[in-house]
């Protein structure tokens, strides 16, 4: 049988075997998906015997997506843009296929959610590796500007620089930011401590759409604070984490799962409804 699993430190309460065998069944393919925790420092001979010995892909999570970029044959425009590799591919040519499903997931998922990006205005907060891997797939959707605000504004001038050439991306430091945006994505960890990014209550209004590419099984940190000053439509990274996990199902096996009954059940495992 096709084996592929996700490599990640730690990765003990990963979704991605739920959602790769939900996946699987779905589409009638035969494969099984595992996990795999080696330590930060073998990560690089771990992936080697894991396709020595016949595994057909992987993915790649925290800490080790930019190692993983450093360690394929090969890389899709969107990996080498992102710097960043979470889905790996062994090719019928034996060629080890490097690829960042990340930026396309939370697209996905923001439309599902009917978020328009096209003219839009897009506050990205963070500027870490969450952050770059969704400038791109952002920039695509033609938002009429995209601003990214970082803790470290050094970080975020340097990444507006480096994405410059495919739309209109600036970066503003926290305290000179000026509304109003029609969506905001946090792409910092700030949630996961449970603090928040300093960003002013008076950018948040009722028509706003906030995204956390974090997820819980409540709210987090971010969502909550956004609700209390009064945004109404609010989403998390659960979505994002079934979407991107769907187009490297696609990257795979040629075949594109359905999400929505998925993300259903993985919310359903997760206690959240
Ligand atoms: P990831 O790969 O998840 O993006 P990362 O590369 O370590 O992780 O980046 C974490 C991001 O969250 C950074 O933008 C970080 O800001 P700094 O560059 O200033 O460190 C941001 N971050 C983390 N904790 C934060 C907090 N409490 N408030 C604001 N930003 C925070």
Not at 14 to 21: D, E, G, L, V
Not at 88 to 117: C, E, F, M, Q
Not at 173 to 182: C, R, V
Not at 262 to 273: A, D, F, S, T
Request: aromatic letters at 6%.
């Amino acid at each position: 049988m096709d084996r592929y699993l996700v490599f990640g430190h730690p990765v003990r309460h990963s979704k991605s075997p739920f959602i790769h065998t939900l996946f699987a069944r779905q589409t009638q393919q035969e494969l099984e998906y595992g996990l795999a925790e080696p330590a930060v420092d073998e990560f690089a001979q771990a992936l080697r015997t894991f396709f020595d010995q016949g595994g057909k892909g992987c993915n790649v999570t925290v800490p080790f997506k930019e190692q993983a970029f450093t360690l394929v044959d090969c890389l899709s425009p969107r990996a080498k843009r992102a710097g960043a590799v979470n889905t790996i591919k062994l090719t019928d040519d034996g060629v080890l296929l490097g690829d960042n499903t990340d930026g396309a997931g939370l697209v996905a998922d923001l439309k599902s959610h009917g978020v328009t990006l096209a003219d839009s205005r897009i506050l990205l907060l963070g500027a870490g590796g969450a952050a770059r891997g969704a400038l791109a797939p952002l920039l695509a959707e033609l938002p009429s500007e995209l601003v990214i605000a970082n803790r470290t504004h050094t970080k975020a001038q340097l990444l507006a620089a480096e994405f410059h050439d495919l739309g209109p991306v600036t970066s503003q430091t926290y305290e000179q930011l000026a509304g109003p945006f029609d969506l905001v994505i946090n792409s910092t960890s700030a949630s996961l401590q449970g603090a928040l990014p300093p960003l002013a209550p008076a950018l948040i209004h009722t028509d706003i759409a906030i995204y956390d590419m974090m997820y819980g099984a409540s709210d987090t940190a971010f969502i909550s604070w956004a609700k209390q000053h009064g945004a109404r439509q609010t989403m998390d990274g659960l979505g994002m984490l079934v979407e991107q996990a769907a187009e490297a199902f696609t990257v795979w096996r040629g075949i594109r799962p359905g999400t929505k009954q998925v993300l259903r059940e993985l919310k359903r495992n997760l206690g959240v409804i």
